[in-house]
């Protein structure tokens, strides 16, 4: 094995590690624990993000500034609408009260990629009368992605053949919408959930995994018949 390929696995974990932007305190105040989650997340978990802020309410102003950025506007919309709906189904005993977003969301409303007004406006009871909202200010850019991306994404490039048999093992899960190219972060998700270094990068380490944890797929559903087959009479 070359030198090349014992340490595809290696080669990215410090990109991995590198802030995602040029701001000192990317994770603004946020529990360390809770931002390592959010790093793991992508535009396709506002699911997973929506249940964070149900889960920790008071955290909720920071969790979306961490996630605007990492994951998009459209995301974090995704997730405020989910919340949403939690609330209408709990009702005024939900988890996350209208008091309790809007001190998380106190800032000028231009001050964050998702602004406060369209956070308030997505979270509106009737109860509270009508809604007025201050006018939009014209779209920003789409956040950047985190910085290792690019360079995993161009790793797997040049090594189309690992990246189309981890496909075929994986049937496509990692792919985006299960048919676009491979997502460096949904691969990072994967190898951290096998046990792998999450660097996003197909290299043979993570195809070696992908045959392993297939097999052991087959052998299960190989025995299931035999478990179920009653004795002769």
Known sequence: MS????????????????????????????????????????????????????????????????????????AVQRAIGIVKQMKSVTGAAGTMSQDEIRAGTSEPADA?????????????????????????????????????????RAYNTAHGALVDEFNELTNDVCRLDGQGEIDPQAVARWQANHGLAADGKIGRHTVAKARETKAKASQVAAAAPQADARPPV
């Open 3 to 74: 030198r090349e390929h014992d340490s595809d696995q290696q080669a990215g974990q410090h990109d991995a590690a590198a802030p995602a932007g040029p701001t000192a305190d990317p994770a603004h105040g946020l529990r360390a624990d809770l931002y390592a989650q959010i790093m793991q997340m992508s535009p396709a978990d506002a699911t997973a993000l929506a249940e964070m802020m149900d889960l920790y309410p008071s955290f909720v102003g920071k969790i979306l500034m961490v996630a605007a950025p990492h994951m998009g506007n459209a």
């Open 112 to 152: 964050r990629p998702v602004k406060s007004h369209e956070m308030t406006s997505f979270l509106h009871d009737e109860s509270d009368g009508a809604l007025t909202t201050a006018p939009e200010a014209a779209p920003r850019p789409a956040a950047a992605e985190p910085t290792w991306v690019a360079g995993a």
